[in-house]
């Protein structure tokens, strides 16, 4: 019972903010609907009566348009059995469609469409770079805050061996 509440939460997410597509794109919405999204650990841990999951031991997350892995990730659940809030930790490394992130901590807050990342956060998009304190990438808008010391890394776009205009 408890396997098939997380099996249920864990599509829920799939369908989620995180997965979700425009209005405009219905198809494309159907497609990942019916897409699963695969967790695997070397341990998995449910607390249904406090309303959390806990993988631990190479954490890997498989979805249609993203790939985690980490150390472990805790899993917090509303009282209807949704996925509230998630936090991976140790070396998490995410690789979407157009960047990749890296970092000690990477939370996702479902409701706000929000990926906080600490502990010497890293995004990369190409060869550019950004790093900070805090990086907080605001998925609904395409937006990015980074606090604390920032760097940021700008290679020029221009020819390239794979297309020389």
Excluded: C
């Excluded at 897409?35 to 631990?56: I, Y």
Aim: charge should be positive; glycine fraction near 6%; avoid cysteine.
């Amino acid at each position: 019972m408890k396997q098939t509440l997380l099996l249920l939460a864990l599509v829920t997410w799939s369908l989620s903010p995180l997965h979700a597509q425009t209005a405009a794109k219905p198809a494309a919405t159907d497609a990942k609907a019916s897409a699963p999204t695969v967790v695997t650990s070397d341990v998995f841990k449910m607390d249904m009566p406090g309303h959390q999951g806990l993988f631990t031991g190479n954490v890997l997350v498989t979805a249609t348009d993203f790939k985690l892995k980490a150390r472990e990730m805790q899993v917090f659940f509303d009282e209807g059995n949704k996925i509230k809030r998630m936090i991976a930790r140790g070396n998490v490394e995410i690789d979407a469609t157009d960047k990749q992130t890296k970092s000690g901590q990477a939370e996702y807050i479902i409701a706000e469409n929000k990926l906080i990342l600490t502990e010497s956060p890293q995004v990369l998009q190409n060869r550019n770079t950004v790093t900070g304190t805090t990086i907080t990438i605001y998925r609904d808008t395409n937006r990015m805050d980074v606090d604390g010391r920032s760097r940021v890394l700008l290679y020029e776009s221009g020819p390239t061996e794979a297309n020389p205009k």
